[in-house]
């Protein structure tokens, strides 16, 4: 008997994400001097009405597309790390205004030596990053922990990286700061859970004929007589869901501060997350997870798409509760 799956082993085995803050293993190399990455939550999906400014066949036609918001939670440079011949080298931390979040978070105050040691040796180092913190108490929602990340920055050299993130420690970092409208993002979140699923949900196996062996939803046969082994490719119940998965070149449709939230709000709040409070963003399409999941968002690293900042003619905000 021949087993017709239609599961994709692309991504195999299939581990549960181990923690909320996933790890990105690759950034774009960006002559700017620009941060490279930021995380936010996903409220929630609408849909909006824009004028399609691609080359396609609906060029200059008005469309509509479904987009998600993601709010952007109160994010603050606490330190530089430097690497030197690919081990860390030091890392000074700065004076955080807050005293509270400075304590929860552990953040050492700054040392002059440290950071003029640093700023002397610039040059040699091969790479230099910024230490960042967010505050998940302020969303009012799941953790309270001050979580940390790492995010890389831009510039010709390593000099000049040093200098940009010298200038921001100890500083609140807000979206308008590192993204805008039109250019493209890559998304990594933890994708929805399933729990414990069985082959047919799992693989998208059919369903056994039921006077075979008395059994419906399982493969007829796991495998050949010889050689005598299952193989891994043989459809098995198991863990579904709850993987870490990056969505590539999603594009910016706006950039909103805490003051324009009422704009996109809809009636009676995004499903399981609310209404949007703090700074945000809207991008074309889905990303990974649901509500309330954290996100890890990059520049692009593979987009060959020039900037052009979207026209849009209408914003959803009817009940998304009934969806």
Wanted: proline content about 4%; overall charge positive.
């Amino acid at each position: 008997m021949v087993i017709m799956r239609k599961g994709s082993l692309e991504y195999w085995p299939h581990r549960r994400a181990k923690r909320q803050m996933p790890r990105v293993r690759a950034w774009p190399a960006i002559a700017e001097p620009v941060f490279e990455g930021l995380v936010a939550y996903k409220a929630g999906m609408t849909h909006v009405a824009m004028t399609d400014d691609s080359e396609g066949p609906g060029k200059g036609m008005e469309v509509v597309r479904a987009v998600t918001v993601m709010e952007i939670p109160k994010i603050y440079l606490y330190g530089i790390r430097a690497y030197k011949k690919k081990y860390l080298y030091t890392e000074p931390f700065a004076e955080v205004y807050d005293a509270v979040l400075a304590k929860r978070v552990g953040i050492k105050a700054i040392k002059s030596n440290d950071l003029n040691a640093l700023r002397s040796g610039a040059a040699e180092f091969e790479r230099v990053t910024a230490l960042c913190f967010l505050d998940a108490g302020s969303m009012g929602f799941g953790n309270k922990r001050v979580m940390r990340f790492e995010v890389p920055v831009g510039g010709k050299d390593t000099a000049e990286k040093f200098a940009f993130v010298e200038k921001w420690l100890g500083k609140e970092v807000k979206v308008s700061d590192v993204l805008s409208a039109g250019e493209y993002i890559d998304v990594t979140g933890i994708s929805k859970g399933k729990g414990w699923a069985g082959v047919i949900k799992r693989f998208g196996v059919s369903r056994n004929v039921r006077k075979a062996t008395g059994k419906v939803r399982h493969v007829g046969v796991l495998g050949a007589w010889h050689p005598a082994k299952v193989m891994f490719t043989v459809p098995h119940a198991g863990h579904m869901g709850y993987n870490y998965r990056t969505e590539l070149n999603k594009r910016v449709l706006r950039v909103g501060t805490a003051a324009d939230a009422s704009t996109v709000n809809v009636k009676g709040g995004f499903p399981n997350f609310g209404n949007v409070k703090s700074d945000f963003i809207i991008v074309d399409g889905s990303v990974p997870g649901p509500a309330k999941r954290l996100l890890r968002i990059r520049k692009a690293l593979r987009s060959t798409e020039k900037a052009k900042v979207p026209q849009m003619a209408y914003l959803s905000q009817a009940s998304k509760q009934g969806a």
